[in-house]
């Protein structure tokens, strides 16, 4: 069972709490300003920006391609956002980041020196926001050593440049609400971030949540675009799309001593009407003694048949003329392999993102183990609660068998991300669930996180 911690009183993601005392530390920060500071708009702050100097070429670029727009100062004072960024700079560590890293009391000047509303400081005080605001970024979208497998760079988060993470924030809807979700970060980031301020939290799930946020640092933002996320730890799938969640389902995963790894690959293809080959630890305990005791029915009832050899050339043996007992004892290993079928365990379809582990997601005949609350079942692959319902957000149609022939594969027009991850404390209904380490993995990394700090002790 999952425990869990209240995110806040009205089911929202919990804020925390300013560490600055925003209103007398700058006072008269985005209060009343002359009103001519008002009047003269952006007109008189772009003018200051083209003379004051930037430091840094790839600031200097972001401003001149928006033709020195500033974006934090709106009709001659600063903007609320000014402030959003203030307090997550200084709760830095919560991100394990050294707060004095990012340079506060430099942008503190900056902004006493803005109050004033005069074109000059306000320029200043823009730039200074700016820097800070893409050190921020550039500093918590590093992972810290991740424990994802990645089949590619592609797939592994990206530091952006300082001009990419400025032109981000400037594109977005709405400067507040980016802020308010991180959303320069993946959309659980915020959420667990805002749960560790919470000062009721006792060691053990400080220390969990600081676990989770550097798994979720592991995965990138992907503003945009369509992937696959599957959480070990819950046995859960989510299907996202342009940063949400389009669609959920339950999925069973590796046991305990036969774990799904963390790992992140494209999904490039499926097939249909798939064959299993039985993994070699079952052909000897549960197949041979079987066979041992019924015969051939046995083979026959569960359409299996087999084979020479593990190569795509192998040929089907006649089961009379294998020694049992020996594939009982361990002594001979034995490929076996089920034929399509209704009873087949990868039921009518496996989708390949292909890895050295093996690894990949698949329709299962045995619907009642998602009604389990422990769902760690499986030797490793996952298998889905409703393939045909992944099957069609995956092609954006419903999945047709070019024919009845075995393994028949469909290509995917354009690979799509699967990240296999492992939370064992996640926001969940506007809580925070904290889960039973099943494969006993958060020992492990709290000691790596402790021992590669990334500047906070």
């Not at 506060?104 to 926001?129: F, K, Q, T």
């Not at 069973?252 to 097939?271: E, L, N, S």
């Given at each position: 069972?999952?425990?869990?911690?209240?995110?806040?009183?009205?089911?929202?993601?919990?804020?925390?709490?300013?560490?600055?005392?925003?209103?007398?530390?700058?006072?008269?920060?985005?209060?009343?300003?002359?009103?001519?500071?008002?009047?003269?708009?952006?007109?008189?702050?772009?003018?200051?920006?083209?003379?004051?100097?930037?430091?840094?070429?790839?600031?200097?670029?972001?401003?001149?391609?928006?033709?020195?727009?500033?974006?934090?100062?709106?009709?001659?004072?600063?903007?609320?956002?000014?402030?959003?960024?203030?307090?997550?700079?200084?709760?830095a560590s919560l991100d394990g980041v050294d707060p004095d890293r990012l340079r506060p009391g430099r942008l503190d000047s900056a902004l006493r020196r803005a109050e004033g509303g005069a074109p000059r400081d306000l320029a200043r005080a823009e730039v200074a926001l700016s820097e800070a605001f893409a050190n921020y970024v550039q500093a918590i979208r590093r992972p810290h050593a991740p424990e994802l497998r990645y089949e590619s760079e592609a797939l592994a988060?990206?530091?952006?440049?300082?001009?990419?993470?400025?032109?981000?924030?400037?594109?977005?809807?709405?400067?507040?609400?980016?802020?308010?979700?991180?959303?320069?970060?993946?959309?659980?980031?915020?959420?667990?971030?805002?749960?560790?301020?919470?000062?009721?939290?006792?060691?053990?799930?400080?220390?969990?949540?600081?676990?989770?946020?550097?798994?979720?640092?592991?995965?990138?933002?992907?503003?945009?675009?369509?992937?696959?996320?599957?959480?070990?730890?819950?046995?859960?799938?989510?299907?996202?799309?342009?940063?949400?969640?389009?669609?959920?389902?339950?999925?069973?995963?590796?046991?305990?001593?036969?774990?799904?790894?963390?790992?992140?690959?494209?999904?490039?293809?499926?097939?249909?009407?798939?064959?299993?080959?039985?993994?070699?630890?079952?052909?000897?305990?549960?197949?041979?003694?079987?066979?041992?005791?019924?015969?051939?029915?046995?083979?026959?009832?569960?359409?299996?048949?087999?084979?020479?050899?593990?190569?795509?050339?192998?040929?089907?043996?006649?089961?009379?003329?294998?020694?049992?007992?020996?594939?009982?004892?361990?002594?001979?290993?034995?490929?076996?392999?089920?034929?399509?079928?209704?009873?087949?365990?990868?039921?009518?379809?496996?989708?390949?993102?292909?890895?050295?582990?093996?690894?990949?997601?698949?329709?299962?005949?045995?619907?009642?183990?998602?009604?389990?609350?422990?769902?760690?079942?499986?030797?490793?692959?996952?298998?889905?609660?409703?393939?045909?319902?992944?099957?069609?957000?995956?092609?954006?149609?419903?999945?047709?068998?070019?024919?009845?022939?075995?393994?028949?594969?469909?290509?995917?027009?354009?690979?799509?991300?699967?990240?296999?991850?492992?939370?064992?404390?996640?926001?969940?209904?506007?809580?925070?669930?904290?889960?039973?380490?099943?494969?006993?993995?958060?020992?492990?990394?709290?000691?790596?996180?402790?021992?590669?700090?990334?500047?906070?002790?």
């Amino acid at each position: 069972m999952a425990k869990s911690v209240c995110v806040n009183g009205a089911g929202r993601p919990f804020r925390p709490a300013p560490l600055f005392l925003i209103a007398a530390a700058f006072a008269g920060v985005g209060a009343a300003v002359p009103a001519s500071a008002v009047a003269q708009g952006y007109g008189d702050v772009s003018a200051a920006l083209q003379r004051t100097g930037i430091d840094n070429r790839d600031v200097r670029a972001f401003y001149q391609a928006r033709g020195w727009r500033p974006l934090w100062v709106r009709g001659g004072e600063v903007a609320p956002e000014a402030f959003q960024l203030l307090e997550l700079i200084d709760s830095a560590s919560l991100d394990g980041v050294d707060p004095d890293r990012l340079r506060p009391g430099r942008l503190d000047s900056a902004l006493r020196r803005a109050e004033g509303g005069a074109p000059r400081d306000l320029a200043r005080a823009e730039v200074a926001l700016s820097e800070a605001f893409a050190n921020y970024v550039q500093a918590i979208r590093r992972p810290h050593a991740p424990e994802l497998r990645y089949e590619s760079e592609a797939l592994a988060p990206v530091v952006p440049t300082k001009k990419a993470a400025l032109e981000a924030a400037a594109g977005a809807p709405s400067l507040s609400s980016y802020f308010q979700a991180m959303g320069w970060m993946h959309p659980l980031y915020a959420q667990l971030r805002a749960a560790l301020a919470n000062p009721a939290l006792d060691p053990g799930q400080e220390a969990l949540l600081r676990v989770n946020l550097e798994r979720v640092r592991a995965i990138p933002a992907q503003p945009t675009g369509r992937y696959v996320l599957v959480d070990a730890a819950s046995a859960r799938l989510w299907m996202y799309e342009n940063g949400k969640v389009k669609d959920t389902m339950r999925v069973v995963v590796g046991k305990p001593d036969q774990q799904t790894p963390m790992m992140a690959g494209f999904i490039r293809y499926a097939i249909t009407n798939p064959y299993w080959n039985v993994p070699p630890d079952l052909a000897q305990n549960r197949v041979a003694p079987a066979v041992l005791k019924e015969g051939a029915a046995h083979l026959r009832a569960n359409r299996y048949e087999i084979l020479s050899d593990w190569t795509e050339n192998a040929h089907v043996l006649d089961p009379k003329s294998i020694d049992w007992r020996a594939v009982a004892a361990g002594r001979r290993e034995l490929r076996i392999r089920q034929l399509p079928g209704k009873a087949n365990s990868m039921g009518t379809a496996k989708f390949m993102f292909p890895n050295d582990l093996g690894i990949y997601l698949h329709d299962t005949p045995d619907k009642h183990l998602m009604k389990l609350g422990d769902r760690h079942l499986s030797s490793g692959c996952v298998r889905l609660e409703d393939a045909t319902r992944f099957a069609r957000w995956l092609f954006k149609k419903p999945l047709v068998a070019p024919s009845k022939a075995p393994e028949q594969k469909v290509l995917l027009p354009e690979p799509v991300p699967v990240y296999i991850t492992y939370f064992t404390a996640l926001p969940e209904a506007g809580r925070i669930a904290f889960r039973s380490d099943v494969y006993r993995r958060d020992q492990a990394r709290l000691a790596s996180l402790a021992t590669g700090s990334r500047g906070t002790r």
